[in-house]
Each structure stands twice: as structure tokens, then as C-alpha cells.
């Protein structure tokens, strides 16, 4: 068969051939591949810079993807701890990590979506005490996992959303999703009554969004819990101490190993059915495997892109 293999880190996968891969344990099945998102968590543990990366190469990048099983049904796979990914024409997965897809689902909707919507749905729903009438603030609100960090909230039942983020033509968009103000980082303060911060951004930007938000609060021992999802302005936060003195601030982590595999599966099926019907605005496109190389390293697009054999 042929896959996109990484040879090496920080080099761009190159289609070619590449053994079958051998189904060994009892739950596990060899499927085909039909659409496999190119999420920055897929890009990350490829180049070895995210926490659970092993590291080790060649590898065949992929976190999840939508697959046909040999009886025709598709499924919504997600793959952990192996080097096999799901950018190939086949792959194996562990059924009990895989979920079956509603009829009518499109493969590159769903491969788009699942991966940055879970990343909210789970957040809201399993790692924290999110309650309908609360206020959120999704920080970094204009990349993929934000515009449906935005939505989720909505759907969930949030009086207000807040969207921060710093394009401003991206940030136009949002109220249209669903999000009340849609602010640049300079305008945080406007959001200071905000009950949770959805943050997809870390590194200095949310540093130093702390505390103009929680000098601006209304109520500073009304508690705000900042969850951290995403890292794209860096791994590491320089939080000043008067951040966590100066108002009720719990900063709490959400992601593999915070939560269990039980409850990411958990929660799929309903946000499976909500991408299928059309509830969330998935901006998807496709990528054949002579565009892996180029798109890999594409960075620029709204669009989510997925890989399609």
C-alpha cells in the first residue's frame, strides 16, 4: 500500500510505498482509510514537540480518522502510541477506541472536525463544571479549534461568548457562529465578567491577558476558571503571581491524560450527529497525497485540511 511517511523530525512526509499494516490483538481491525484530518495535534506529535509523542521514526502520521471496515460500515477512529497513523490507505485500529458514524455522515466533515471540536465538547462537558447560563471566553477564537470552541459554548447553553483573537478579519465571522463580542487581546477587559476561559493560545498572550481581565472584574471572588487546551503562542506562560492572588483564578488542563479515553469516546457520538446534521460550521479541504508534502507545513488557511488517500 502507500502512505505519507516522516522519516525524520522536521521534515515534511513523502507518499510512498510502505508495508501493510498487521492486525494482532483481539480488538483490533485492519480498515481503510477514507479521510484523516491534519490536526496541529498531528503535526506536533509527528515532529516529536507534543507531550505524548514517542519519537521514534519512520513514522505514519495521523492521529484519527474516518475508516470503512470491511463490512462497508464507517467508523470514527482515533489512534494513540504507535507509529502507524492514519495518513495511509490502511490502517489498524482498537475498536473499543473507535465510535460507528450516523448514516449520511461525509468522511472529510467529520475527519475535519471531530479532532478541534472534541477538544471544547469534552472540555465543557467532562473537565469541568459547566453549567448553561455561564459566560465563556474562547481565547484564540479564530483558529479551527476556536470558531467551534464558539459554537460548542453556544450550543451548551452559554448566556455570552466572548471571541478574542488577533485577525481581524477571521474575528468578523464569529458573531455570525454564535459569539456576543468578538474582541482583540488589546479589548479583553471587555470580558472580565467571563465565568470560563476556553484557552487554545498559552505562552505570553494569555500571560498577559490574566490580568487586565481579572483587574477588570466586577467581583474578583467570583471564581474563573481558566482551562488550557491549546499552546499555539508556546508551551510554557509566564503567569504572574498577582494573578493567582488578586481574584478566585483556577487554572486547570484539558487533554490526553486529564481525561481517559472513556471520556473523550463517551462524547463522540453527539458531536459526531451534530457535524453530520449541519449544527456546526466545519471548514474542511481535502488534500490529495501528491499535496501532503506542501500542505504540511500550510499554516496560512482557516480550513482545516484532510488527508484523503
Given at each position: 500500500?502507500?502512505?505519507?511517511?516522516?522519516?525524520?523530525?522536521?521534515?515534511?512526509?513523502?507518499?510512498?510505498?510502505?508495508?501493510?499494516?498487521?492486525?494482532?490483538?483481539?480488538?483490533?481491525?485492519?480498515?481503510?482509510?477514507?479521510?484523516?484530518?491534519?490536526?496541529?495535534?498531528?503535526?506536533?506529535?509527528?515532529?516529536?514537540?507534543?507531550?505524548?509523542?514517542?519519537?521514534?521514526?519512520?513514522?505514519?502520521?495521523?492521529?484519527?480518522?474516518?475508516?470503512?471496515?470491511?463490512?462497508?460500515?464507517?467508523?470514527?477512529?482515533?489512534?494513540?502510541?504507535?507509529?502507524?497513523?492514519?495518513?495511509?490507505?490502511?490502517?489498524?485500529?482498537?475498536?473499543?477506541?473507535?465510535?460507528?458514524?450516523?448514516?449520511?455522515?461525509?468522511?472529510?466533515?467529520?475527519?475535519?472536525?471531530?479532532?478541534?471540536?472534541?477538544?471544547?465538547?469534552?472540555?465543557?462537558?467532562?473537565?469541568?463544571?459547566?453549567?448553561?447560563?455561564?459566560?465563556?471566553?474562547?481565547?484564540?477564537?479564530?483558529?479551527?479549534?476556536?470558531?467551534?470552541?464558539?459554537?460548542?459554548?453556544?450550543?451548551?447553553?452559554?448566556?455570552?461568548?466572548?471571541?478574542?483573537?488577533?485577525?481581524?478579519?477571521?474575528?468578523?465571522?464569529?458573531?455570525?457562529?454564535?459569539?456576543?463580542?468578538?474582541?482583540?487581546?488589546?479589548?479583553?477587559?471587555?470580558?472580565?465578567?467571563?465565568?470560563?476561559?476556553?484557552?487554545?493560545?498559552?505562552?505570553?498572550?494569555?500571560?498577559?491577558?490574566?490580568?487586565?481581565?481579572?483587574?477588570?472584574?466586577?467581583?474578583?471572588?467570583?471564581?474563573?476558571?481558566?482551562?488550557?487546551?491549546?499552546?499555539?503562542?508556546?508551551?510554557t506562560a509566564p503567569i504572574p503571581s498577582a494573578a493567582l492572588r488578586k481574584a478566585r483564578l483556577e487554572i486547570v488542563g484539558s487533554g490526553i491524560g486529564?481525561?481517559?479515553?472513556?471520556?473523550?469516546?463517551?462524547?463522540?457520538?453527539?458531536?459526531?450527529?451534530?457535524?453530520?446534521?449541519?449544527?456546526?460550521?466545519?471548514?474542511?479541504?481535502?488534500?490529495?497525497?501528491?499535496?501532503?508534502?506542501?500542505?504540511?507545513?500550510?499554516?496560512?488557511?482557516?480550513?482545516?485540511?484532510?488527508?484523503?488517500?
Open positions: 500500500m502507500y502512505a505519507a511517511v516522516i522519516t525524520e523530525r522536521g521534515t515534511p512526509p513523502v507518499h510512498r510505498e510502505h508495508p501493510e499494516p498487521v492486525a494482532r490483538g483481539e480488538h483490533e481491525r485492519v480498515v481503510e482509510v477514507l479521510a484523516a484530518g491534519l490536526h496541529h495535534l498531528t503535526r506536533s506529535k509527528a515532529e516529536g514537540t507534543h507531550y505524548s509523542a514517542t519519537g521514534v521514526f519512520p513514522i505514519v502520521p495521523g492521529v484519527d480518522a474516518v475508516v470503512r471496515e470491511p463490512s462497508g460500515r464507517l467508523r470514527y477512529a482515533i489512534l494513540d502510541d504507535t507509529d502507524l497513523g492514519t495518513f495511509a490507505e490502511r490502517t489498524v485500529i482498537d475498536v473499543r477506541r473507535s465510535i460507528v458514524l450516523p448514516d449520511g455522515a461525509d468522511p472529510v466533515r467529520i475527519a475535519a472536525a471531530m479532532n478541534p471540536g472534541m477538544s471544547s465538547w469534552v472540555a465543557l462537558r467532562r473537565r469541568i463544571d459547566f453549567r448553561a447560563g455561564q459566560r465563556v471566553l474562547v481565547l484564540g477564537a479564530t483558529g479551527s479549534a476556536g470558531r467551534m470552541a464558539v459554537q460548542i459554548a453556544k450550543r451548551f447553553g452559554a448566556a455570552e461568548v466572548f471571541a478574542v483573537g488577533r485577525n481581524a478579519a477571521r474575528l468578523a465571522e464569529l458573531p455570525a457562529l454564535g459569539a456576543d463580542r468578538a474582541l482583540t487581546f488589546e479589548e479583553i477587559a471587555a470580558a472580565a465578567d467571563a465565568d470560563v476561559v476556553l484557552d487554545f493560545v498559552w505562552g505570553e498572550p494569555a500571560a498577559g491577558a490574566m490580568l487586565p481581565l481579572l483587574t477588570a472584574r466586577a467581583d474578583r471572588s467570583t471564581p474563573l476558571t481558566w482551562v488550557q487546551i491549546g499552546s499555539m503562542a508556546g508551551p486529564s481525561l481517559s479515553a472513556r471520556d473523550f469516546l463517551a462524547e463522540l457520538p453527539e458531536l459526531a450527529s451534530a457535524v453530520t446534521e449541519g449544527a456546526l460550521d466545519v471548514r474542511a479541504r481535502a488534500v490529495t497525497p501528491s499535496g501532503i508534502a506542501e500542505a504540511w507545513n500550510d499554516h496560512r488557511s482557516d480550513e482545516r485540511l484532510v488527508y484523503v488517500p
